[in-house]
């Protein structure tokens, strides 16, 4: 159980254009949803925190007008990468938080390897 | 604020040798959630183990084992038997339990290479 889906996988795209990466949580409802950016051979960095319903929360540094994040249902949450350079080029990962909060586990997506030429 | 800190940056272990990484957290809350994750290089993040701060009893699961010391605020996971397949890289995590957005914060990661 607890399995979150996130698509796509990989993706290439031109400077300028927006890419929009999908995360699913496939058999239970995702309350809190946080989207991470790692470079290669570093850890990840937190960049925004979402509640189904209301609007994310960045982290500092984190634009919020480049990085737009949608958590409209409780099975679905979306970061879009507005007009993307290729700085942004990155692996973007998604986690959902289950359980209560001092039980709760994370779950996390498998990923996305973004690639702006 | 909170932070984790994993001083090995890379690690080479001979198969079926066990491999203890290390992790040490620094945070002022006095209820938290320590985690470790494995990823290896196709980039998913993969759950180990977790240890609650309350927790009478280090973790276990099947081959991997915590080694929480409280006092001084370490948590090293140990792997024993290490096969091929458990290279990857390591994350310990922390989640203060006061936290009710429950973030986790991440150390900067143990890369382990298991040689044949």
């Known amino acids: 159980g607890a399995v979150v889906s996130q698509h796509p996988s990989w993706v290439i795209c031109k400077s300028g254009t927006s890419v929009k990466i999908e995360c699913r949580s496939l058999?239970?409802?995702?309350?809190?949803m946080f989207w991470y950016r790692q470079f290669p051979k570093q850890s990840l960095m937190l960049m925004a925190t979402?509640?189904?319903?209301?609007?994310?929360?960045?982290e500092q540094g984190v634009e919020k007008d480049k990085f737009l994040i949608n958590h409209a249902s409780l099975t679905l949450s979306t970061l879009t990468v507005t007009s993307a350079h290729p700085e942004d080029s990155s692996f973007y990962i998604c986690?959902?938080?289950?359980?209560?909060?001092?039980?709760?586990?994370?779950?996390f997506g498998s990923g996305t390897r973004l690639t702006v030429v | 604020a909170q932070k984790i800190t994993q001083t090995q940056p890379g690690m080479f272990v001979q198969e079926k040798e066990a491999v203890t990484l290390d992790c040490t957290y620094d945070?002022?809350?006095?209820?938290?959630?320590l985690f470790w994750y494995k990823q290896p290089s196709s980039g998913e993040m993969i759950f180990l183990i977790y240890?609650?701060?309350?927790?009478?009893q280090n973790a276990t699961e099947g081959r991997y084992s915590l080694n929480f010391q409280k006092a001084r605020k370490s948590a090293n996971l140990v792997i024993s038997a290490s096969q091929l397949g458990d290279s990857a890289m390591y994350f310990c995590a922390m989640r203060p339990l006061t936290d009710s957005w429950g973030k986790l914060q991440f150390g900067a990661g143990t890369q382990v290479v298991v040689t044949p």
């Open positions: 986690s959902a938080r289950w359980g209560r909060q001092g039980t709760a586990g994370y779950t």
């Open positions: 058999d239970f409802q995702a309350t809190t």
């Open positions: 240890q609650g701060s309350y927790d009478q």
């Open positions: 945070t002022s809350d006095p209820s938290y959630g």
């Open positions: 979402s509640n189904e319903g209301s609007k994310a929360t960045y």
